[in-house]
Nanobody, 114 residues
Framework: QVQLLESGGGLVQPGGSLRLSCAAS?????MAWYRQTPGKQREKVASVTSGGITDYADSFEGRFTISRDNRKNTLDLQMDNLKVEDTGVYYC???????????WGQGTQVTVSS
């Protein structure tokens, strides 16, 4: 069983920055950050493979940066120039190619408000 724990969320003013972190119990092949906002489907923000290949949703690339440390089993999301629309719960996601299992963290709240 893989456990994921997100941290780093909080309240920030528009234009500000936050850095989210996900601590995993083990290294997983593919990891990603998802976002859930009121009235919308959960959407992928960015993903990264164990080899460091990244993929960003068009609306986030340039403002958000995903990174991982396989030695520490951590996944980070640097969020810059935050907007009110970025408010929501951010979830850490992991997928194992070996077991074909999907894992989710419980999420961390990000609130962007003046």
């Amino acid at each position: 069983q893989v456990q994921l724990l997100e941290s780093g969320g909080g309240l920030v003013q528009p234009g500000g920055s936050l850095r989210l972190s996900c601590a995993a119990s083990t290294t997983i092949s593919r990891m990603a950050w998802y976002r859930q906002t009121p009235g919308k489907q959960r959407e992928k923000v960015a993903s990264v493979t164990s080899g460091g290949i990244t993929d960003y949703a068009d609306s986030f690339e340039g403002r958000f940066t995903i990174s991982r440390d396989n030695r520490k089993n951590t996944l980070d999301l640097q969020m810059d120039n935050l907007k009110v629309e970025d408010t929501g719960v951010y979830y850490c996601y992991a997928y194992s190619l070996f077991s074909r299992e999907t894992f989710w963290g419980q999420g961390t709240q990000v609130t962007v408000s003046s």
